[in-house]
């Protein structure tokens, strides 16, 4: 069985730093894309980052570059989302998914992040 | 960046009946467009990838279709655990994008 298990979302003041874990199993990391995806409480889905099987290749949304950094431990079969100079509106619940055939086919439960002092 | 335009934005209706969601590119994706469920306090789930492809474990009475710019999903006969909210998102270029989503509610 697939699954993606986040940790490390917390409360976190304005201009602080916050580093997201994303736990992969019962498929074969190494060989997938991997992206995260947010959704800011009561609104859509808002595509983040994204990273290539290998982790050579990433891309980020406006909103999120110069400030995330995404990254992967193959070795350890685990996604990671550096985010820094946090801002309210990073406010959200993030979510790792994996990426194939240009579509996210497995979700985490997500990580509430919460920018405020 | 491709803007996705969903419609409605929410839909009343009752089970059994057929519901149909439109999603519109703001340019071509090609058949790069997939659809998720969602329902409240839970991850999104994928439905179909590449417009017409049934994610495996999906019902099928849910079913996509369209290239280029105009996609729908339809839910032939819904059913009471379909009552939820709907996103399309194109994976044609990065950044992907998703459509403002569209909640499905009981009538």
């Known amino acids: 069985e697939v699954q993606l298990l986040e940790s490390g979302g917390d409360l976190v003041q304005p201009g602080g730093s916050l580093r997201l874990s994303c736990a992969a199993s019962?498929?074969?990391?190494?060989?997938?894309?991997m992206t995260w995806v947010r959704q800011a409480p009561g609104t859509g889905l808002e595509w983040v980052s994204g990273?290539?099987?290998?982790?050579?290749?990433?891309y980020y949304a406006d909103s999120a570059k110069g400030r995330f950094t995404i990254s992967r431990d193959n070795s350890k079969n685990t996604l990671y989302l550096q985010m820094s100079s946090l801002r309210a509106d990073d406010t959200a619940i993030y979510y790792c998914t994996s990426y194939v055939s240009r579509s996210l086919h497995y979700w985490g439960q997500g990580s509430l992040v919460t920018v405020s002092s | 960046d491709i803007q996705m335009t969903q419609s409605p934005s929410s839909v009343s209706a009752s089970v059994g009946d057929r519901v149909i969601i439109t999603c519109r590119a703001s340019?071509?994706?090609?058949?790069?467009l997939a659809w998720y469920q969602q329902k409240p306090g839970k991850a999104p789930k994928l439905l179909i990838y590449a417009a017409s492809s049934l994610q495996s474990g999906v019902p099928s009475r849910f079913s996509g279709s369209g290239t280029g710019t105009d996609f729908t999903l339809t839910i032939s006969s819904l059913q009471p655990e379909d009552f939820a909210t709907y996103y399309c998102?194109?994976?044609?270029?990065?950044?992907?994008?998703f459509g403002g989503g569209t909640k499905v509610e009981i009538k």
């Open positions: 019962g498929f074969t990391f190494s060989t997938y894309g």
């Open positions: 990273i290539s099987a290998g982790g050579g290749t990433t």
């Open positions: 998102q194109q994976g044609n270029s990065f950044p992907l994008t």
């Open positions: 340019q071509g994706v090609s058949s790069w």
